[in-house]
């Protein structure tokens, strides 16, 4: 049992950087509209930094399956407004199906944005202090 509280593994600069970013396109989102097709760019930019760094080298397996999951969820997002739109529905009392499933995936996605933005930050490597000048 000697390694089993070993400690934690350091988070990624680009995973960081990625939840950063997603983190960033939710607060535009939010800003904008939440379930109208004006929200798909702002999927876009979410589901191409989760694919970026899930297929970055640079990453943890752990951060991997995760931006995966993020991913997923944006595209199925953008298949659910893109599908809203073509039906004619807006989700303003959320009775119609597809709103309802768009309404769960943004739960979903919130979650794991917090998830792992949380997760990361905390085991980020340790910013070593700036070399002072020796003093005369």
Request: with cysteine; charged share 15%; glycine share 8%.
């Amino acid at each position: 049992m000697s390694g089993w509280f070993s400690e934690y593994y350091k988070s990624s600069s680009t995973h960081r950087q990625s939840q950063k970013i997603s983190a960033f396109a939710t607060v535009v989102e939010k800003a904008i509209s939440n379930t109208d097709v004006t929200s798909i760019p702002t999927k876009i930019v979410q589901a191409g930094s989760s694919l970026y760094t899930m297929f970055c080298t640079s990453t943890h397996l752990s951060e991997k399956i995760l931006n995966g999951l993020e991913a997923g969820i944006a595209l199925s997002q953008i298949g659910l407004l893109i599908a809203l739109y073509f039906e004619g529905q807006e989700c303003v009392t959320d009775e119609h199906s597809l709103c309802k499933a768009y309404l769960l995936l943004e739960m979903g996605y919130n979650g794991f944005l917090a998830l792992g933005m949380g997760t990361a930050e905390v085991s980020k490597e340790p910013v070593a202090p700036a070399a002072t000048a020796p003093t005369v």
